[in-house]
Nanobody, 126 residues
């Protein structure tokens, strides 16, 4: 059974930083993509960052490029999202996600993600 458990959310002022963590269990049922999504009130869930667990190639939404970094620690079964230069528009519930199958083309295709965590809230004040 796949479980994704996020932590690290909180409240921060604009320009600040946060690091989100996601501990993964049941990894034998997972594919090769791990990612982070977010959903702001009244908006659809959107892909933020993705990473291939094999080669480590990363993918980012245009809105976070240069500010957010996704990374993996395979020994700890943990995926991270380092968020710098946070903006009020980054305020959202952030979700860890994983693919259920091997993805041959891109972990930046947000529709490949099938497993989801419960989310962690990030609030950025101006």
């Amino acid at each position: 059974q796949v479980q994704l458990v996020e932590s690290g959310g909180g409240s921060v002022q604009a320009g600040g930083s946060l690091r989100l963590s996601c501990v993964v269990s049941g990894s034998k049922d997972l594919g090769n993509c791990m990612g982070w999504f977010r959903q702001a009130p009244g908006k659809e869930r959107e892909g933020v960052a993705g990473i291939s667990t094999g080669g480590g190639r990363t993918y980012y939404a245009d809105s976070v490029k240069g500010r957010f970094t996704i990374s993996l620690d395979n020994t700890l079964n943990t995926v991270y999202l380092q968020m710098n230069s946070l903006k009020p528009e980054d305020t959202a519930m952030y979700y860890c996600a994983a693919s259920s199958a091997y993805v041959y083309y891109s972990c930046g295709i947000w529709s490949v993600y099938a497993y989801w965590g419960q989310g962690t809230q990030v609030t950025v004040s101006s």
